[in-house]
T-cell receptor, first 120, second 110 residues
Framework: GAVVSQHPSWVICKSGTSVKIECRSL??????MFWYRQFPKQSLMLMAT?????????EQGVEKDKFLINHASLTLSTLTVTSAHPEDSSFYIC????????????????FGPGTRLTVL | TQLLEQSPQFLSIQEGENLTVYCNSS?????LQWYRQEPGEGPVLLVT?????EVKKLKRLTFQFGDARKDSSLHITAAQPGDTGLYLC??????????FGAGTRLFVKA
């Protein structure tokens, strides 16, 4: 149980275009999903917290107009990188938190496999 | 600002050796998770500890939560090349956020 999928796994796009990344919880409902960015050989950097049915909460320094997050259902959150530029190239990872009623201990997050974005 | 300090940042050892990774904080956590991440993939949850002093074992991996729930350790016995990866600890205060350590990059040489 607690499987999270992410699509696409990799994408190459031209500078100025927008890219949408999907994050799905496959076998549980996730009221909260998280979006991270990871640079080579570094830890995870939280970009924003996505709450179903409400606006996302962005971390300091993350442009909400550039990284659009939509959490329209309990199993799907999307991250759209608008007008992408080469400096946006990175590994983007989403995670979903299991609900308190799941019987699991603590605030466990289950991660998707990641999306490698390359902007030319 | 809550911090979760993880050490060492990098570890290169020979197959068969033992190692310990530490996570320390001044904050008290309601739970703490350990993850392992391989290159190009998302982190995979290894274990969650919630009780002070708790010890959990996963094959050759032993996880311990400090009595005061401010620190945790991961001990690997007889490391194997397949243990190579980035190990992340993450602490939750019971609120909305989870704090991640900077990670320990482990390389086990055959």
């Amino acid at each position: 149980g607690a499987v999270v999928s992410q699509h696409p796994s990799w994408v190459i796009c031209k500078s100025g275009t927008s890219v949408k990344i999907e994050c799905r919880s496959l076998d549980f409902q996730a009221t909260t999903m998280f979006w991270y960015r990871q640079f080579p050989k570094q830890s995870l950097m939280l970009m924003a917290t996505s709450n179903e049915g409400s606006k996302a909460t962005y971390e300091q320094g993350v442009e909400k107009d550039k990284f659009l997050i939509n959490h329209a259902s309990l199993t799907l959150s999307t991250l759209t990188v608008t007008s992408a530029h080469p400096e946006d190239s990175s590994f983007y990872i989403c995670s979903a938190r299991t609900p308190p009623t799941s019987g699991r201990a603590g605030n466990e997050q289950f991660f998707g496999p990641g999306t490698r974005l390359t902007v030319l | 600002t809550q911090l979760l300090e993880q050490s060492p940042q990098f570890l290169s050892i020979q197959e068969g050796e033992n190692l310990t990774v530490y996570c320390n904080s001044s904050s008290v956590f309601s739970s703490l998770q350990w993850y392992r991440q391989e290159p190009g993939e998302g982190p995979v949850l290894l274990v969650t500890v919630v009780t002070g002093g708790e010890v959990k074992k996963l094959k050759r991996l032993t996880f311990q939560f400090g009595d005061a729930r401010k620190d945790s350790s991961l001990h690997i016995t007889a490391a194997q090349p397949g243990d190579t990866g980035l190990y992340l600890c993450a602490g939750s205060t019971g609120g909305f956020k989870t704090i991640f350590g900077a990670g320990t990059r482990l390389f086990v040489k055959a």
